[in-house]
């Protein structure tokens, strides 16, 4: 047969008559020495698109040639991967043999199945021969065929009992290789079965995490939508007016509320400071002009005559007079309080 295999229009590998390969796998004769095996591993892994089931192939072939150890490590000089991955290769190759491989699943594929029964694997590969799934894919859709994740727990839950210590160290010698709760279970075990059915066994369910989880989080759920449902019918009832509820609350005996005094607001706004024009600070660009804001407001005048004539209005309204100035911020004149240290 034709040994030279074509990689590119540019090189081609030789290979000996001893080995033989298709797209799902790879034989080796069984009297391949090492340094036929290496040369032959080198131009297999040295293809653009070398297929992992055939390191997986040649690593299964290595460990039971060489043994565990010398053989990963030879493979592992051959193909440059680590011996913990050889090693996992060549436990998909072993558990999926090259007669239950199908052409079109790589080697991912195979690997997504290793959880689940062997042989309901073999028939989940004959019914999706052909199709285009996703490696990533191939592992949700076993689960979906298969009822659920193989991999979940299903021992049972266990209970703690307290026994004295001096017990537990006399049953400690007969559990030999086992551990003694192992022992305590099947002694109890026998126990029971001797005993008459007088009482039913009580059915335990069991609850797992998720679905624990599961139930809590719709109890919230239902608890958060009757507490929606209640206020939106409280609100739906027609709610009285604040003079009515005020009403009835005088009825009931509430002191009603006192009416503040009203303060006494002037016509004429007073100046209660010298009113601040713009000053000059020093800034990074140069000298720049501020002007600081300023809460009053006061009225302007912008004659004497006028000022004077304020002045005596306001007398009328507050009973004391106030000091007409001349403001030359804003060019008018204002009525300034006279402070009682100025008086």
């Known amino acids: 047969m034709d040994t030279s295999l074509v990689i590119s229009p540019q090189r081609h590998i030789s290979l000996p008559d001893m080995c033989l390969f298709s797209p799902t796998e790879l034989q080796i004769a069984a009297g391949t020495s090492e340094l036929d095996f290496i040369r032959i591993i080198k131009a297999v892994a040295a293809l653009d698109q070398a297929e992992d089931a055939w390191k ?45 491989r199908i052409n079109g699943f790589s080697f991912a594929h195979y690997r997504q199945l290793l959880p689940f029964p062997r042989e309901w694997s073999y028939e989940f590969i ?28 299903k021992q049972p839950k266990k209970r703690s009992v307290l026994i004295r210590e001096d017990l537990y160290a006399r049953l400690r010698p ?24 007088i009482i039913p066994t009580p059915t335990i369910i069991y609850e797992s995490a998720t679905a624990r989880h ?27 007016t604040y003079a009515e509820r005020r009403a009835q609350q005088i009825a009931d005996g ?22 601040r024009g713009e000053s000059v600070i020093d800034a990074p660009d ?38 007409v100035v001349r403001c030359e911020v804003h060019n008018c004149w204002h009525l300034s309080h006279i402070f009682t240290s100025e008086a």
């Open 126 to 153: 004959v019914r999706h021969a052909g199709e285009h799934i996703p490696s990533n894919s191939f592992r949700a859709q076993a689960e979906l065929e298969y009822g659920g994740n193989p991999c979940k727990s």
């Open 286 to 323: 140069g000298p720049q002009k501020y002007q600081s804001k300023s809460n009053q407001n006061p009225t302007k005048f912008y004659s004497e005559q006028d000022a004077l004539a304020a002045n005596e209005k306001h007398f009328t309204e507050a009973g004391y007079h106030e000091q």
């Open 254 to 275: 509430v002191k009603p509320i006192q009416e503040k005094e009203t303060t006494v607001k002037y016509s004429i706004r007073v100046a209660w400071r010298e009113c």
């Open 56 to 100: 997986g192939d040649a690593s299964l072939f290595a460990i039971k040639t060489w043994g565990l150890k010398h053989g990963l490590e030879v493979t592992a000089s051959a193909t440059g991967y680590r011996t913990f991955s050889l090693r996992k290769m060549a436990h998909v190759a072993e558990e999926f043999p090259p007669t239950k």
């Open 214 to 240: 599961k139930r809590e989080a719709l109890a919230r759920k239902a608890a958060k939508q009757a507490l929606r449902e209640q206020r939106e019918a409280e609100l739906k009832t027609k709610r009285n």
């Open 174 to 197: 007969h559990s030999a290789n086992r551990k003694v709760h192992i022992l305590i279970e099947r002694v109890l075990e026998e126990w029971i079965r001797t005993q008459p059915d």
